[in-house]
Every structure is written in C-alpha cells, then in structure tokens.
C-alpha cells in the first residue's frame, strides 16, 4: 500500500464470496441471513470478485491481492468442486444458466465437478493468472492473536463471535503450495536459496518454469524487515525502497484505515503503528508448559486446550512451509 504510484492493493477480496455470497463456503454466517445482507458482499460470487479484480488491473497498474488462501477451499479438507459461477456447464436447447445462483442452503457442496487435484474452488487456468507469494506465521503465534477476535471485547469489533479451528488455514495453504508445484506454477527456485529443495520435500513441479518459491516468514519479516522485503521485491519484480516500510503521512494512513475497514478489529497492530522497523528483541522462545499457562491466564483453562489443540494440528503444515521461506 506504500507504492500506490505502480500498485493497486486489494485486502482480501475472496473473503466476501467465501463468507457472504451465494457460493458461501463458511458456516460462519450460515444461520445469519442479516449479517450477510448487512456486509454489503451478500451477492458476491467468486466471479464477480474477479471480475473487480480484472477490472482494477484493466486501469493499468499491477494489482497486489493480500488475501487468504482458506477463501478458496471447503473448510475441512472437503473435496473441492469448482464454485458454480466460474463453471463451464454443458447448456442443452431450452437450458438456462443460473450458475450465479446456487439454489440450495447452505450452498456448498456445489452442483459442479472438481479438477483433479486442485484443492481450491478457482479453476486452474484462473490460478495460473496470479504470481504467488506466501505468508506464514507459527501457529503457537498466530492461532492464539486470532482467538482473540473472536472472544469478549474484541469480538464486537470483529463482528466473529466464535473460534472456528477451520478457520486457520494452514492445511489449504500447504496443498494449494503443493498443488501449484506440482502443476509447474511456482518452484523448483526457491528466494534466497541457491538450490532448489527437492526430494522428501516434494514434487518439484513439470515444467520446472514457474516462478520463484517466494515464502515469507513473519518472524523473519519482524526481524529483518528491511532485507526480507528486498528479497520478496526482486523475486515478484517490484523495484525496492526503504520508503516502503514506512506509511507515516496523513494520505498514508487513510489509505491504510480504508483497505483495513472491512475488516475491522484485526488489523489494529499495524494501524496504531507507522513503520516496520526490527524488533529490538527476537521473540521468546516458551515451552508448551509456559505457553498453557500464558493462555489460560489470558483466555481460560478450556479456551487454552483448544488453542493448543489448534496450534500442534497446524504445526507440521507450518515446518513443511517454513523449509522454503526466504533466507537473509
């Protein structure tokens, strides 16, 4: 959002299908026909999120998508089938196409087939329209800062008023990352890794013509900001500068508070601050005792086996995808 001169950023566009609209994969709104009308996304497929997609980029900058990959996939590890408004339906004489509006609730499973192997709802030559890059945080670090927006008092800003466990995403992150190896999208290059990893790790692709395994790991980021950045930059070809890690002008900060005003609540971190900059100390290394302990002191003893339950399910997904983050 700091190169709004040769960027448009858009803030995780596939979460108004995902939660609102017709194609909806998430239960989180299921029962909440108000709150899906009230979000304004109620009649967004994901066609209609990439069609504003091809319309930001048709006004001639890059686009940069910040989003989440579980938006693309049934939660749950389900069997992906394609979301009916990019389906290509065989249409008889005297057959309509309602592809835009799945008849039944909850919508998912979809009345489509599915591409083999492909885990997501996005169709693979759609896929193939997107560079990408990867953002991964430990789960012992990120599961914990997400239960906390769906709890009392941050939950009524968030507006999530339960913690759904299929709601962190590293299990569709791992296999839409094997995935696009596997199809020759990403890999066998890995960003600031002479050799590319290969064998137990994996499938290195077909084509061996994909773009460079760009994975970036938040504790890294935090901890060399400046070099981690560089590095994303000249793997996904944006020309680097250090003014990117700051957004301390007015317009800056307004440009921040409007993509982050969807979703409230779960990006005040980075709004009450202007700058990346090191952190003065790495973060501390806990044992899973002191870890529980500082979980049931802030959330409760129930609260704090359900974030441990959560965090050891994602935990080998996370190390499969730390093995490729970048190194400065």
């Given at each position: 959002?700091?190169?709004p001169?040769?960027?448009?950023?858009?803030?995780?566009p596939?979460?108004?299908?995902?939660?609102?609209?017709p194609?909806r994969?998430?239960?989180?709104?299921?029962?909440?026909?108000?709150?899906?009308?009230?979000?304004?996304f109620?009649?967004?497929?994901?066609?209609?999120?990439?069609e504003?997609?091809?319309?930001?980029?048709?006004?001639?900058?890059?686009?940069?998508?910040?989003?989440?990959?579980?938006?693309?996939?049934?939660p749950?590890?389900?069997?992906?089938?394609?979301?009916?408004?990019?389906?290509?339906?065989?249409?008889?004489?005297?057959?309509?196409?309602?592809?835009?509006?799945?008849?039944k609730?909850?919508?998912?499973?979809?009345?489509?087939?599915?591409?083999p192997?492909?885990?997501?709802?996005?169709?693979?030559?759609?896929?193939?329209?997107?560079?990408?890059?990867?953002?991964?945080?430990?789960?012992?670090?990120?599961?914990?800062?997400?239960?906390k927006?769906?709890?009392?008092?941050?939950d009524?800003?968030?507006?999530?008023?339960?913690?759904?466990?299929?709601?962190?995403?590293?299990?569709?992150?791992?296999?839409?990352?094997?995935?696009?190896r596997?199809?020759g999208?990403?890999?066998?290059?890995?960003?600031?890794?002479?050799?590319?990893?290969?064998?137990?790790?994996?499938?290195?692709?077909?084509?061996?013509?994909?773009?460079?395994?760009?994975?970036?790991?938040?504790?890294?980021?935090?901890?060399k900001?400046?070099?981690?950045?560089?590095?994303?930059?000249?793997?996904?070809?944006?020309?680097?500068?250090?003014?990117?890690?700051r957004w301390d002008?007015?317009?800056?900060?307004?440009?921040?508070?409007?993509?982050?005003?969807?979703?409230?609540?779960?990006?005040?971190?980075?709004?009450?601050?202007s700058?990346?900059?090191?952190?003065?100390?790495?973060?501390?290394?806990?044992?899973?005792?002191?870890?529980?302990?500082?979980?049931?002191?802030?959330?409760?003893?129930?609260?704090?086996?359900?974030?441990?339950?959560?965090?050891d399910?994602?935990?080998?997904?996370y190390?499969?995808?730390?093995q490729?983050?970048?190194?400065?």
């Amino acid at each position: 959002m700091t190169r709004p001169d040769i960027l448009t950023c858009v803030h995780e566009p596939f979460g108004d299908a995902f939660y609102y609209g017709p194609e909806r994969l998430s239960e989180r709104y299921e029962r909440d026909l108000q709150g899906r009308q009230d979000s304004s996304f109620s009649d967004s497929t994901y066609k209609t999120v990439m069609e504003r997609l091809e319309k930001g980029e048709a006004e001639g900058k890059r686009l940069f998508i910040k989003d989440i990959t579980y938006y693309l996939s049934p939660p749950g590890g389900k069997p992906a089938k394609i979301a009916p408004s990019l389906a290509r339906r065989k249409r008889g004489v005297g057959t309509g196409d309602n592809s835009d509006q799945p008849a039944k609730e909850p919508p998912y499973p979809y009345d489509t087939e599915g591409e083999p192997d492909n885990p997501t709802v996005v169709p693979t030559e759609l896929l193939k329209k997107f560079h990408f890059a990867f953002l991964i945080r430990h789960p012992k670090r990120a599961i914990p800062s997400y239960y906390k927006c769906t709890v009392p008092p941050q939950d009524k800003i968030t507006g999530f008023y339960d913690f759904m466990p299929s709601e962190a995403g590293y299990d569709e992150m791992r296999r839409l990352f094997e995935y696009l190896r596997s199809i020759g999208e990403i890999g066998p290059r890995i960003v600031g890794q002479e050799a590319a990893t290969n064998g137990t790790n994996g499938a290195n692709g077909t084509g061996g013509n994909g773009v460079e395994i760009c994975v970036v790991d938040a504790d890294d980021l935090l901890d060399k900001p400046g070099a981690i950045i560089e590095a994303f930059c000249k793997s996904v070809g944006i020309e680097y500068s250090p003014k990117m890690l700051r957004w301390d002008t007015e317009e800056e900060q307004e440009r921040a508070r409007k993509a982050f005003a969807k979703w409230p609540g779960f990006h005040d971190d980075a709004l009450e601050h202007s700058e990346l900059k090191p952190r003065d100390h790495k973060k501390e290394c806990k044992s899973a005792e002191e870890e529980n302990a500082a979980w049931t002191k802030a959330f409760g003893d129930d609260a704090a086996k359900v974030i441990r339950a959560t965090v050891d399910k994602n935990l080998d997904d996370y190390e499969f995808l730390k093995q490729f983050a970048i190194k400065v």
